[in-house]
C-alpha cells in the first residue's frame, strides 16, 4: 500500500536549524514534494526531489534517499513566518491506470519561537 | 499569471442538498486534481483529471460525488445528496506535464 510518516509536531527557536523527516512507502515511486500551508490557507510548493541527493533553494533544502524511502526537509535561518505546516507528498504513478496520485502525509507542524 | 481558483471559498448546506464546487486552473494546465482534507486528518487525492479524461479517480468515496471538467478547462465537483462527512476542504491543484501542483485556496464546506 502507500504510506507516509511525519512527526506531528516540531517546536524550534528563530536563528535555528530545523530537520523534518519523511518516510514513505509506495510501489510506484514518481517524485516526492514539500509542501508549506500556514492555517486557512492553501498548500505552497517548496521542493521536488525525484533523484537522489539534496536540492537547495534558498534558506530551504530537501533530501531523498529512494533506496530508504526517505526524506527530509531542512530549513535553515529560521523565522517567525516559518511557523506553518509543512507535508510531504509523494507523486505514485498508478499500476493500472498509468496516471499520477500524489499522496500526502498529514503534515509537521512546526512552531518557531522568538 | 493567475493562480488556481476554487469558488466558492465556503459552503454551508443541509444534509440531503446538492452543492456544486469548481475549479479553474492555471490558464495551459492539462492535469487538473481534485483533494479533500477532513478536519483533523491528511489531504486526500480524490481524482485526476489529463484535459477533459479522468485519469484517476480512485480517491472518490462513492457515488455522490460527481466530478466533471468538460472542454477541458474549468473542473466542477459535485456532492449529490451531502451527508455529514462530507464536511471539510476541498482542495482543486493544476500542473503542467511532471511540474509541480499549484493549489487553489480551497472551498471550506460544512454540512449542518
Known amino acids: 500500500g502507500q504510506n507516509i510518516d511525519q512527526p506531528t509536531e516540531m517546536t524550534a527557536t528563530e536563528g535555528a536549524i530545523v530537520q523534518i523527516n519523511c518516510t514513505y512507502q509506495t510501489s510506484g515511486f514518481n517524485g516526492l514534494f514539500w509542501y508549506q500551508q500556514h492555517a486557512g490557507e492553501a498548500p505552497t510548493f517548496l521542493s521536488y526531489?525525484?533523484?537522489?541527493g539534496l536540492e537547495e533553494k534558498g534558506r530551504f533544502s530537501s533530501f531523498l534517499s529512494r533506496s530508504k524511502g526517505y526524506s527530509y526537509l531542512l530549513l535553515k535561518e529560521l523565522q517567525m513566518k516559518d511557523s506553518a505546516s509543512y507535508l510531504c507528498?509523494?507523486?505514485?504513478?498508478?499500476?493500472?491506470?498509468?496516471?499520477?496520485?500524489?499522496?500526502f502525509g498529514a503534515g509537521t507542524r512546526l512552531f518557531v519561537k522568538a | 499569471e493567475a493562480g488556481v481558483t476554487q469558488f466558492p471559498s465556503h459552503s454551508v448546506i443541509e444534509k440531503g442538498q446538492t452543492v456544486t464546487l469548481r475549479c479553474d486552473p492555471i490558464s495551459g494546465h492539462d492535469n487538473l486534481y481534485w483533494y479533500r482534507r477532513v478536519m483533523g486528518k491528511e489531504i486526500k487525492f480524490l481524482l485526476h483529471?489529463?484535459?477533459?479524461?479522468?485519469?484517476?479517480e480512485s480517491g472518490m468515496p462513492n457515488n455522490r460525488f460527481l466530478a466533471e471538467r468538460t472542454g477541458g478547462t474549468y473542473s466542477t465537483l459535485k456532492v449529490q445528496p451531502a451527508e455529514l462527512e462530507d464536511s471539510g476542504v476541498y482542495f482543486c491543484?493544476?500542473?503542467?506535464?511532471?511540474?509541480?501542483?499549484?493549489f487553489g485556496d480551497g472551498t471550506r464546506l460544512s454540512i449542518l
Open positions: 507528498a509523494v507523486r505514485d504513478e498508478g499500476r493500472f491506470t498509468g496516471g499520477f496520485k500524489t499522496i
Open positions: 483529471f489529463v484535459k477533459e479524461s479522468k485519469q484517476d
Open positions: 526531489n525525484v533523484l537522489d
Open positions: 491543484a493544476s500542473s503542467q506535464g511532471s511540474q509541480p501542483q499549484h
